[in-house]
């Protein structure tokens, strides 16, 4: 197919030269124009034989690829899972990257579901996952951060690279972690959840991390369980009203 305007245009030839060489057999022509006839007639000759040279050796040829495994994805995140990519044999190597969703609050999840799956989402693409985290952060939560999510997502890079045992440098370089049973104020029909998260630093630090839970009680996000905040506990695993994420 790539060779479908140079068959138009050979097309478009054969008719002229046939034309000026019956012109050249059957009414000799002046020398100059039996010239251009020959001329014209070779130009096509060989425009048909390299087109026709192309396409033979091109439906026989085709790339190789071979499939390698990468490295991870930044050099202290074991969280982040390695990704196949296909070399082509020009070295240029083309990263298949998947497609993580970004999660939205929903009334069927049940408390005890938001923390895991937050944590997963982080793990798999931390981009997504940051995203995920403020679609589930209450008004008090984003108005720490002016409720601006590119302020939060600035906050929650930095603050994994400054202090690495807090719950955002856990979520990118931690070790392990691990959620304790959730515990529900006032019953199942309770509207306040607090669910402690213990997780392990690459150094061998354990911190605790409290999720505290709220369900949404008017519209917009009717019954949908938010985050109000994530507190972190100190070395002894002892939780703080200042100790913040």
């Known amino acids: 197919s790539r060779f479908f305007f ?14 000026h060489v019956t012109h050249f057999i059957f009414f000799h022509p002046a020398p100059q124009v039996m010239y251009s006839s020959l001329l014209l007639t070779l130009l096509v000759a060989c425009s048909v034989a390299v087109n026709l040279s192309f396409a033979f050796t091109s439906s026989f040829v085709r790339p190789t690829r071979k499939c ?7 050099s202290n995140s074991p969280f982040y899972e390695s990704l196949e990519f296909f070399e082509e044999e020009n070295d240029q190597s083309n990263m298949i990257q998947p497609e993580f969703q970004i999660l939205e609050p929903d009334a069927e ?12 989402a982080l793990r798999e693409d931390e981009s ?8 589930f952060s209450a008004a008090s939560e984003r108005g720490l951060y002016e ?4 302020k939060f ?4 890079q930095y603050i994994a690279v400054k202090a690495p045992a807090s719950f955002y ?8 972690y691990e959620f304790a049973p959730l515990k529900r104020v006032g019953g199942e029909n309770g509207w306040i959840a607090s669910h402690i998260m213990t997780a392990v630093s690459e150094d061998g630090r354990t911190r605790r991390y409290q ?12 019954g949908c369980w938010l985050i109000e905040a994530i507190g972190a506990s100190d070395q002894n695993g002892n939780f703080s009203v200042d100790n913040g994420v």
């Open 109 to 120: 999840l049940q408390p005890e579901d938001i923390g895991p799956l937050l944590m997963k």
């Open 68 to 74: 390698v495994r990468s490295s991870k994805l930044t």
């Open 153 to 156: 997502r600035a906050y929650a």
């Open 169 to 176: 440098g856990m979520a990118r370089s931690g070790n392990r």
């Open 6 to 19: 140079f068959y138009l245009f050979d097309l478009g030839l054969i008719p002229c030269g046939l034309y």
């Open 128 to 135: 997504t996952g940051l995203s995920s985290i403020w679609n």
């Open 211 to 222: 999720w505290m839970l709220m369900k949404n009680r008017r519209p917009p996000q009717l």
């Open 147 to 150: 409720y601006d999510e590119e």
